[in-house]
């Protein structure tokens, strides 16, 4: 029998075999955003049904929020309405709100790691596509919609099937400048965007134990991006110094047995898996996306990739869409392209040292003339932070705009938009046409190579030519 990470996660928790290969899976931490927690407790309640266990369900208000100083901003059409329902209905059934004027605010993923809520070991069902960055701490953790949401308040249970395994070994030292977010956009662009669909992709390697915890949470982020809804990374003795203390981690004796049983689960697993994928980490230049999906990415030391090359006739035509919608050629380089925008924020990177490392290359300059530049930590734990640490007055000095926690900018839905035909270098995990505005041009890229573009007003490698 298998014995890998993944096996024995999944296997702790089977509560049933169904039919099929369909497995009845307990749920330990369930996590709902403001998009979906009205309509998930409306239905359940107008079916008659009750909240099995409130106390493990947590809701997080972050997307419909304005993240403008003082949420003065306004949001989308219906947005104060879902909100009030969010508030009554978590009241109603005494689940935990990590609203607005809470001081443990922030984005979901973000307040689900910060709060410990997220344990190595535990099953985190979240109505959301990024709850894979749950697995940086070595949780087993997908995205689910508002009737799965349902299913788990009524079942604190959900149906799966266990994905096959990919196993993504990360080797050699880092260069300057490389971090979570070009390893996973290398990767994704290696494997395409439906890559690791049917598969859940665990990490490991040299390379990859070298990362932070919160730069582990940054590569789980975007293994949705290339079809995989579930990321593994064994938990270690960095993970366990990140969760010590945290509010809902265990404390005094449970810690100590907490350990014991993380240490023996990540201990002796099977490296087996379906299909291997070996990257070298010391190769890698800066990466940054020309196109319209993550996986159309190149390193700044490449040229946009022409359209005529690929033999398959799809991609082709997908390349020359992609092409005409970002107003690019083949061979052309995205070093020297200007910009508009600059957004440094979401799920993916606005963690205090995503913000720290940002903050590196501004201090000291200004952005240029033409650019709107908006940083968004993630929490208002970062936030207060990133505050004391003399990081804010870095980006507010620099013509930064200084923003409240939420998602912002990064599904433009709470009234921060790229405006049609501008171009924008994105630290968030999407750049699919629409996504941060009308005909929107995004690019993603890390929290330097954003930083740097909106002091030099266009793209730029910080450490190359």
Known sequence: MADTYLDRLWEMHVVDRLEDGVDLIHVDRHLVHDLHCALAFSTLEAAGRRVLHPELT?????????????????????????????????????????????????IIHIVGAEQGLVLPGLTVLACDSH????????????????????????????????????????????????????????????????????????????????????????????????????????????????????????SGPPWEAALTHWRALAQGCSTDADRLVRIDASALAPQMTWGTNPAQVIGLDESVPDPDASPDSRQRQQMRRALDYMGLRAGERLVGLPIEHVFIG??????????????????????????????????????????????????????????????????????????????????SNRNFEGRQGLRARTHLASPELAAAAAVEGRIVNPWGP
Not at 203 to 211: K, P, Q, T
């Open 131 to 250: 709850a894979c960055t749950a697995g940086a701490l070595g949780a087993l953790a997908w995205g689910i919609g508002t009737s799965e949401t349902e299913h788990i308040l009524a079942t604190q249970t959900i149906r799966a099937e266990k994905p096959r395994l990919m196993r993504v070994e990360l080797d050699g030292a880092l260069p300057p400048g490389i971090g979570a977010k070009d390893l996973i956009l290398h990767l994704i662009g290696r494997i395409g965007a439906g890559g690791g669909r049917g598969f859940a992709i665990e990490f490991d390697g040299s390379a990859l134990r070298a990362l932070s915890v919160e730069d582990r949470m940054t590569l789980c982020n975007m293994t949705m991006e290339c079809g995989a809804e579930i990321a593994l990374i064994r938990p270690d003795d960095a993970v366990f110094a990140y969760l010590h203390g945290r509010p809902y981690a265990p």
């Open 346 to 427: 979401s799920c993916t990177n606005a963690r205090i040292d995503d913000l720290r490392r940002a903050a590196r290359l501004v201090e000291g300059r200004r952005i240029a003339a033409g650019v709107r530049a908006v940083v968004v930590p993630g929490s208002r734990a970062i936030r207060a932070k990133a505050e004391a640490e003399g990081l804010a007055e870095i980006f507010l000095s620099a013509g930064f705009e200084w923003h409240e926690a939420g998602c912002s900018m990064c599904a433009a839905i709470n009234g921060d938009l790229v405006e049609p035909g501008q171009r924008c270098v994105s630290t």
């Open 58 to 106: 947590f809701a997080v208000a972050d997307h419909l929020v304005s993240t403008r100083p003082g949420r003065t901003g306004t949001t989308v059409p219906r947005a104060e309405a879902l909100l009030d329902d969010m508030e009554r209905f978590t009241r109603r059934w005494g689940v935990r709100l990590f609203g607005v004027d809470d001081g443990d605010h922030g």
